[in-house]
T-cell receptor, first 115, second 114 residues
Framework: AQTVTQSQPEMSVQEAETVTLSCTYD???????LFWYKQPPSRQMILVIR??????QNATENRFSVNFQKAAKSFSLKISDSQLGDTAMYFC????????????FGTGTQLKVEL | KAGVTQTPRYLIKTRGQQVTLSCSPI?????VSWYQQTPGQGLQFLFE???????NKGNFPGRFSGRQFSNSRSEMNVSTLELGDSALYLC?????????????FGSGTRLTVV
């Protein structure tokens, strides 16, 4: 069974600064996908970034980038130039390729961006 | 382009009753998945429907069921409600079966069982 661990329940960062959220996972699969989703107070989960495990290159989406260490089963999210709108709960998740696969989520990190 | 629409947004039910939640996916998306979110258990997968067929099911009792219609809209039903069923129920749609390419989520239905 897959497990996802987020060891930081809460974090805060000053506006315009950089913050890194940690995530480790455990899987017996060789091919899988990793995600970061954010959930603002509106409750809607929003896909932030997606990483394919067989690609060594770290995924990047504008101010969001990941540090994917496959051997260490680590998948951290770096947010650069933090903005007030980045305040949200951030969930790390993983799945395995093939049809009908579900997401396994971590417990989340509540990020607060402060002035 | 309309997003994933879940109705109702809030619901209060009494123990023992049943409830039906609705989810309309993004136009063209054929896969609908349901997740339960609680403070204690976090986010847990309920089931996935693709082309009107249940393709995957999580570890929930038989009181939890669902279906998908030919227009890809999905409903989730919970019978004989228990206090522990109080949760945010999130629906997610995707073009292809499974979560590999990422989901688009709705804003959820907040169910309170009293």
């Amino acid at each position: 069974a897959q497990t996802v661990t987020q060891s930081q329940p809460e974090m805060s960062v000053q506006e315009a600064e950089t913050v890194t959220l940690s995530c480790t996972y455990d899987t017996s699969e060789n091919n899988y996908y990793l995600f970061w989703y954010k959930q603002p107070p509106s409750r809607q989960m929003i896909l932030v970034i997606r990483q394919e495990a067989y690609k060594q290159q770290n995924a990047t989406e504008n101010r969001f980038s990941v540090n994917f260490q496959k051997a260490a089963k680590s998948f951290s999210l770096k947010i650069s130039d933090s903005q007030l709108g980045d305040t949200a709960m951030y969930f790390c998740a993983t799945t395995t390729p093939g049809g009908g696969n579900k997401l396994t989520f971590g417990t989340g990190t509540q990020l607060k961006v402060e002035l | 382009k309309a997003g994933v629409t879940q109705t109702p947004r809030y619901l209060i039910k009494t123990r023992g009753q049943q409830v039906t939640l609705s989810c309309s996916p993004i136009s063209g998306h054929r896969s609908v998945s349901w997740y339960q979110q609680t403070p204690g258990q976090g986010l847990q997968f309920l089931f996935e429907y693709f082309s009107e067929t249940q393709r995957n099911k999580g570890n929930f009792p038989g009181r939890f069921s669902g279906r998908q219609f030919s227009n890809s809209r999905s409903e989730m039903n919970v019978s004989t409600l228990e206090l522990g069923d109080s949760a945010l129920y999130l629906c997610a749609s995707s073009l292809a079966q499974g979560a590999d390419y990422g989901y688009t989520f709705g804003s959820g239905t907040r169910l309170t069982v009293v």
